[in-house]
């Protein structure tokens, strides 16, 4: 298995299956072009691997020619097919060898005759390393195809996600997470910790709590609990190490889990890299941070009614209710940068009643 970007690939096809389709395709094409000097029209970036191996074991003469388009971004297909350099020299009347790495839906091999047949090429044929039968949706024929696969996200030999994994040897398919994991946040009085037990329930996830997890571990004594005890008498804020240390054992006590709810960390870049690192371990990563976005003045109302009853000093004064809320938005604002990046930030509208606001937080998760 290997990562790339925030993503995890499994091995999918050897180095051996990948030559013994390349050398089929390739043996086909000498037999139809044994009287003929073809031009191998090559689509950039992807299928030069493809087109360098079969090019090579051409018996004849031949041209190359390159054309750029483009129509991924990330894992998915736009539908939306731009040509980023034309073909050059002119093919009008040559006999033309398309190559491609992959055909899914079909958009591109589209575009790309539509650009032949405005040159006068006096023929053309289609030859791709891999296709996707039950994803294309045009009706022209691949003439020459290696191999037929399903229809996943695939890496390797020439093919990329957000530009990596081109040089791989294999072909690697995109492993599909097993856990669903949850970073929760939310500003103070925000619900988070309400929100937190209903989406425990409904999607049975465990529930870690940053907070909580100190606490056990300091009243039980345990040897991080009493490292982490160590710093905080002395005033001095706890390692991110010593933090992480202790998820990893309530992760490590939850091995069938069906994902997690982390609450309360990550609060910082460093930790959400740790954490990153830690699930990458184990082939899973953090499918999205859900964020409880309120109004700061309706929650520093909401906290200071509920101090009249609660009985903590910091729900009564309003200056530390805003302090906190600094701090949580200095905080936020980090990981919300950090989450962006990755496509897994999302806010959600927290005002309103307890199942309107589970509603949406479950419209997101759904879709994670």
């Known amino acids: 298995m290997i990562q ?54 051409f018996n004849g003469n031949c041209e190359m020619s390159f054309i750029k388009v483009a129509s991924y971004e990330g894992t998915k297909s736009t539908g939306d097919v731009t040509t980023v350099m034309g073909v050059e020299p002119s093919l009008k009347g040559r006999d033309v060898i398309v190559v491609e790495d ?27 390393m891999f296709y996707k039968p039950k994803a294309y949706t045009k009706s022209y024929k691949i003439d020459y195809i290696g191999m037929d696969i399903a229809n996943d996200f695939i890496v390797g030999y020439g093919l990329d996600y957000n530009g990596l994994g081109r040089n791989l040897n294999k072909i690697y398919k995109l492993k599909q997470q097993k856990m669903k994991n949850i970073v929760l946040f939310g500003p103070p009085g925000a619900g988070k910790g309400t929100q937190a037990e209903v989406l425990k329930e409904k999607y049975n996830l465990v529930h870690i ?63 959400a890299k ?9 082939g899973e990563g953090i499918n999205g941070m859900v964020a409880l976005e309120v109004a700061e003045d309706l929650l520093v109302a909401r906290l200071l009614k509920r101090g009249e009853t609660s ?52 419209e997101v998760i759904d879709n994670l």
């Open 102 to 128: 992959i055909v899914d839906s079909g958009n591109t091999i589209e575009a790309i005759i539509k650009i032949l047949q405005q040159e006068e090429v006096n023929s053309y044929k289609i030859a791709s």
């Open 209 to 271: 709590s940053t907070g909580d997890v100190f606490r056990f571990n300091i009243k039980n004594e345990t040897e991080l609990g009493m490292l982490a005890k160590s710093f905080m008498d002395h005033g001095d804020l706890v390692p991110d190490e010593v933090t992480i240390d202790m998820l990893k054992a309530e992760v490590e006590k939850n091995t069938d889990a069906n994902g997690f709810i982390f609450d309360g960390f990550p609060r910082t870049n460093s930790q």
């Open 4 to 57: 790339l970007h925030d993503l995890f690939f499994e091995t999918f096809i050897s180095e051996t299956e990948i030559n013994q389709a390349v050398n089929g395709v390739a043996v086909k094409i000498n037999d139809d072009y044994k009287k003929k000097s073809p031009v191998f029209l090559i689509v950039l970036n992807g299928a030069f691997f493809f087109a360098s191996d079969i090019i090579q074991k």
């Open 274 to 282: 740790a954490l990153d690192s830690f699930l990458a371990e184990k």
């Open 311 to 362: 009985g903590r000093s910091d729900d009564q004064d309003e200056s530390k209710i805003r302090n906190r809320f600094n701090e949580y938005e200095t905080k936020t604002a980090i990981l919300k940068d950090y989450y962006k990046t990755q496509n897994k930030y999302f806010g959600v509208d927290g005002v309103g009643g307890v199942e309107d606001i589970t509603g949406r937080l479950c």
